[in-house]
């Protein structure tokens, strides 16, 4: 599931203290002072004021990061004043937007002007720049991520200054900044290529797992959007393919869907977290009568309705991208250890795909990819399946979401990522004081 590294803080138009915690609960931080610019020059004067003080600066958003990148004990930037569409210009396709705008009044906004971004995650809780800034992504055969639709974006930089960065201005800065963890500045607004309102629909279909496996290239070759989620202590998923449609429109019933996406979705799926938390034994039994409820559904709708849900039940998450080549060997290392093993996972595997992209840290840089997720419910023990798990992901050179738990460092990843040294050049020429390091960005990039 998708996340961003945003992170809440209080409201308020002055410096304010005190700390902030991410969405999961999991993260902690206590800035100096925090402050919510409305506008670059107002986010510019910030972090030159925090330069004279001696601190560094991080940006936050809405929280759903698992990992702290956006956690500072110097001044922390939030979002709430910096949104708004700044201008839609529909003979370009491309809409701007101020970085803290949240995804899903973007999505809105578009909506109303008949107009949709090519792909996008499944939930749409963060600020646009904190989707961006750590890989959100969706799935796609063709479509990449957030941050391969941004088209242009304005950086400040270190020492205050702003740097309007696109393919043909300050190039080497757009290519790299469009994902860059805040490492380079803090974001103040963003572009994104767009297009004419579409249609998709959604089969939502139960397989077995050694049919989805032994289908994958097919199943992801036929579809434009394909993802599944596999169900532990089971040999079954559900399985998710949504393509473009000339409609009519068919949105779920606001009944079914509701029974669907909340009650069962968030409702139930809490109760049978709760319920695991307190009698781990109990959790594949769980597994076997929820994964046998599973029923096939096809609907219609406008794509943020389609690819985005609702998601309430809160979790903890790692998630690899392998080479899409090691798809199926990896997710059959993961079910065998599952087999094995004496781990009780209420939450399913989820699996998603992406075609290689140009951008220097994205996940799917240079190679076409699988995402493979593992969650566990925020509360309950999950260190050692996460590094069980993380074993046979780094066996496949597998790349880390930035965004969730991990335990990798800047020695393995510039193993993993042919432009590292690329990134981490342009960072030091950009912040050679660190402004905007931290201790995740500093084992993750280095000192």
Known sequence: MAVSNAVGGSGGRGPT??????????????????VAPASTEELAAAIRTAAVDGLTVKAAGTGHSFTPVAATDGLLIRPERLTGIRTVDREAGTVTVAAGT??????????????SLTNMG???????????????????????SVAAQI?????????????????????????????????LGVISELTFAVEPEFLLTAREEPMPFDE??????????????????????????????????????????????WIEDELLSNGVFQLACTVGRAVPAAIPGIAKISSRALSARTYTDIPYKVFTSPRRVRFLEMEYALPRAAAVAALGELKALMERSDFKVSFPVEVRTAPADDLPLSTASGRDTVYVAVHMYRGTPHQAYFAAAERIMTAHE????????HTRDAAYLADVYPRFGEF????????????FANPYLRRVLGD
């Open 212 to 257: 989805v496996t032994g289908r994958f290239d097919e199943l992801v070759a036929e579809n434009e959007h394909f993802e599944f989620y596999w169900f532990p202590h089971t040999g079954s998923c559900n399985t998710k393919r949504n393509n473009r449609s000339q409609g009519p429109a068919a949105p779920p019933g606001k009944v079914s869907g």
């Open 122 to 144: 499944d939930i749409m809780e963060q600020t646009v720049s904190g989707a961006a800034a750590t890989g959100t992504h969706g799935t796609g055969r063709d479509s990449a």
């Open 17 to 34: 203290t005190g700390p902030w915690r991410n969405w999961a609960g999991n993260v902690t931080a206590r800035p100096t002072r925090s």
């Open 102 to 115: 949240p995804l899903k009044h973007l999505n809105a906004t578009l909506a109303a002007h008949g107009l």
């Open 151 to 183: 088209t242009a974006l304005e950086l400040v930089t270190a020492d205050g200054s702003v740097l309007a960065c696109s393919a043909d201005e300050n190039q080497e800065v757009f290519t790299a900044a469009r994902l860059g963890l805040g490492a």
């Open 424 to 435: 981490t050049a342009l960072r030091d020429r950009l912040d050679p004081e660190r402004r």
């Open 398 to 405: 597998g790349r880390p979401h930035w965004g969730k738990l």
